[in-house]
């Protein structure tokens, strides 16, 4: 059974296609979604309980609604994959970004699990900010 939930956003009709064919192709991956518009990122990624993200990048920046999910969750990844899929880079919230270079399949899926290693997390709960003193805890 797949264990690793991946979501496809904006990406060029043929980059998704490349990309669903190489995910769903791995034993432990399987592609839950595709959204053409990010703008319901973060409802999809819930709703989905995605594990990880493939974002296509038009203008070189991820869109705000990127953002509030890795704050939102912060165990999800994201692969951010330029238009021709000749660069891409992991974004995670640590933060840091992490070029990757080429996406070629195997670099698709040595990434995706990669950045899945096994970690704590708490599925999409939304995170609360503030001091121990503001949340009862000390």
């Given at each position: 059974?797949?264990?690793?939930?991946?979501?496809?956003?904006?990406?060029?009709?043929?980059?998704?296609?490349?990309?669903?064919?190489?995910?769903?192709?791995?034993?432990?991956?399987q592609?839950?979604?595709?959204?053409?518009?990010?703008?319901?990122?973060?409802?999809?990624?819930?709703?989905?309980?995605?594990?990880?993200?493939?974002?296509g990048?038009?203008?070189?920046?991820?869109?705000?609604?990127?953002?509030?999910?890795?704050?939102?969750?912060?165990?999800?990844?994201?692969?951010?994959?330029?238009?021709?899929?000749?660069?891409?880079?992991?974004?995670?919230?640590?933060?840091?970004?992490?070029?990757?270079?080429?996406?070629?399949?195997?670099?698709?899926?040595?990434?995706?699990?990669?950045?899945?290693?096994?970690?704590?997390?708490?599925?999409?709960?939304?995170a609360?900010?503030?001091?121990?003193?503001?949340?009862?805890?000390?």
């Amino acid at each position: 059974m797949p264990n690793t939930r991946v979501l496809l956003v904006e990406l060029p009709k043929m980059l998704g296609d490349i990309v669903r064919e190489i995910v769903d192709a791995q034993p432990d991956m399987q592609v839950v979604g595709r959204l053409v518009d990010a703008r319901e990122l973060v409802r999809t990624a819930i709703a989905t309980d995605a594990d990880f993200v493939v974002l296509g990048l038009e203008d070189g920046r991820l869109p705000g609604s990127c953002d509030q999910l890795l704050e939102l969750d912060p165990a999800i990844r994201v692969l951010a994959v330029d238009g021709d899929g000749r660069r891409s880079f992991v974004y995670q919230l640590e933060p840091r970004m992490r070029p990757l270079g080429e996406l070629s399949p195997d670099a698709l899926v040595a990434a995706i699990r990669a950045a899945m290693r096994p970690r704590s997390r708490l599925r999409h709960t939304p995170a609360r900010i503030g001091t121990a003193a503001e949340d009862g805890t000390t």
